[in-house]
């Protein structure tokens, strides 16, 4: 039964623009006062299932590429940020 959801499943080509759109939001939420850092990434989540499932419809395959166009977000996010603004810090400290 899990193979065939999951046979469903294909990543879409519109993950190329969500992914970025959700880094931007992302980008904004963190610098927003009230948006507590926990937050941001179900508020990410939320967001790109909604936009999959406006553009790619109400199915499985709609909410997996929500939930991975988040996930590649929240993702790069986080390579850059330990990647490059911890070394850095590292190195001046």
Not at 63 to 73: M, V
């Amino acid at each position: 039964m899990l193979t065939e959801v999951f046979s469903q499943i294909s990543i879409h080509p519109q993950l190329v623009i969500v992914v970025p759109s959700l880094m931007v939001i992302g980008f904004a939420l963190k610098k927003t006062p009230r948006v507590k850092d926990w937050m941001i990434i179900w508020i990410l989540m939320f967001l790109g299932v909604v936009a999959s499932v406006l553009t790619l419809g109400y199915t499985i395959s709609g909410i997996a590429n929500g939930l991975i166009a988040a996930g590649a977000a929240i993702t790069t996010h986080q390579t850059y940020k330990q990647s490059f603004l911890s070394r850095k810090n590292k190195d001046n400290g």
